[in-house]
């Protein structure tokens, strides 16, 4: 069965960056896009960009351009989403989800970002 | 970017009702391109329509979309308690970027 297993909860300060990854099983990792979305405590899903694991061609979102850069590791089947220039409004529950409709999600990474 | 708008903000039924939850995108969503996702406390959320009327597997008939262009609708014929949670509306494939709307909560009345 389909698996997107993502890696474990982070604490860091501010202006540090953060990487997290998405490792992928049950299906051929190269032909599907792997999505990364957010969510705040109590808040709504935010987009924040998708990447082909094919071509490794990338498409961010405007709010996070500069900040945000998303990889992939064929070899492993895993994806990676770094957020730089961590702020306080960073922290949030971070996703990973498969395909142009999100037909598979990660469980979700707990990034905190505290001084 | 399409900008999504979901209402109402919160919908209280009890078990049995029907209810009918609306995403009303700012210009239309190509090829209907708009999906539904339930998601729980403590949950990712999980896909239900896609392709605005689509069942994702595994989800059960009570379950449907509707809709196209700038108005779509997700419709549960017979609320089960399992069915109390947060809906989210998105429209994907569409450039510059995939966006949600702000959520809809079924809360038991």
């Known amino acids: 069965q389909v698996q997107l297993v993502q890696s474990g909860a982070e604490v860091k300060k501010p202006g540090a960056s953060v990487k997290v990854s998405c490792k992928a099983s049950g299906y051929t990792f190269t032909s599907y896009d792997i999505n990364w979305v957010r969510q705040a405590t109590g808040q709504g899903l935010e987009w924040m960009g998708w990447m082909n694991p094919n071509s490794g061609n990338t498409g961010y979102a405007q709010k996070f351009q500069g900040r945000v850069t998303m990889t992939r590791n064929t070899s492993i089947s895993t994806a990676y989403m770094e957020l730089s220039s961590l702020r306080s409004e960073d922290t949030a529950v971070y996703y990973c989800?498969?395909?142009?409709?999100?037909?598979?999600w990660g469980q979700g990474t707990l990034v905190t970002v505290s001084s | 970017e399409i900008v999504l708008t979901q209402s109402p903000g919160t919908l209280s039924l009890s078990p049995g009702e029907r209810a009918t939850l609306s995403c009303r995108a700012s210009?239309?969503?190509?090829?209907?391109?708009l999906a539904w996702y339930q998601q729980k406390p403590g949950q990712a959320p999980r896909l239900l329509i896609y392709g605005a009327s689509s069942r994702a597997t595994g989800i059960p008939d009570r379950f449907s979309g509707s809709g196209s262009g700038t108005d779509f609708t997700l419709t549960i014929s017979r609320l089960e308690p399992e069915d109390f949670a947060v809906y989210y509306c998105?429209?994907?494939?569409?450039?510059?970027?995939?966006?949600f709307g702000q959520g809809t909560k079924l809360e038991i009345k």
């Open positions: 210009q239309s969503v190509s090829s209907s391109y």
């Open positions: 998105q429209q994907y494939g569409s450039s510059p970027s995939d966006t």
């Open positions: 989800a498969r395909g142009a409709y999100y037909s598979n």
